[in-house]
């Protein structure tokens, strides 16, 4: 009969495997990003909604996978975007928005999972700015530059 400690270190390893599987699968698929949003008639003096999320996009055959990462998480939903163009399969979004689950789930795990890309830049300024809307400078005109200025520093493959 094998003892505990060889069988939790068989755990300890699977555990390992499975959580360098995530940052890698991050590093390829997944994005943090931050957008803004205005609102005219919003009771906000600024009138902007500062939106962090974090998402992982997928093609429907790989919907296992995004089950996978959410259930580790503990949070977040995953949700289909239809395609009707020349692609054979739907997209899945596992999308992460509230702010809550970023700052005590998703953000403590890739601070102790290091991204190994040129993502791990972008999660670094994520997550600074996650934590400054948790203090409410979001709120602060100065507060609200910043984290402008900080968003374009962020994903910059993109064509904005």
């Not at 499975?18 to 940052?23: E, S």
């Not at 503990?74 to 975007?81: L, M, P, V, W």
């Not at 700015?129 to 948790?134: D, K, T």
Request: charged letters at 30%; one cysteine or more.
């Amino acid at each position: 009969m094998p003892s505990k400690k060889a069988s939790g270190a068989d755990n300890q390893q699977e555990r390992l495997k499975f959580i360098g599987w995530i940052v890698g699968f991050v590093d390829g698929e997944g994005c943090f990003t931050v957008s803004f949003f205005k609102h005219p008639k919003s009771r906000l003096r600024l009138k902007w909604e500062v939106f962090p999320e974090f998402v992982i996009t997928q093609g429907m055959k790989s919907g296992a996978a995004l089950k996978r990462i959410k259930n580790l998480f503990g949070c977040g939903a995953i949700y289909i975007n239809k395609r009707h163009d020349n692609h054979h399969e739907h997209l899945l979004k596992y999308v992460v928005r509230n702010r809550e689950d970023l700052l005590t789930k998703v953000i403590p795990f890739f601070e102790k999972n290091h991204l190994q890309s040129a993502k791990r830049k972008d999660f670094c300024i994520f997550a600074r700015i996650v934590r400054m809307m948790h203090k409410k400078k979001h709120l602060q005109e100065q507060g609200l530059k910043r984290i402008q200025l900080m968003v374009r520093r962020m994903n910059t493959r993109k064509y904005r």
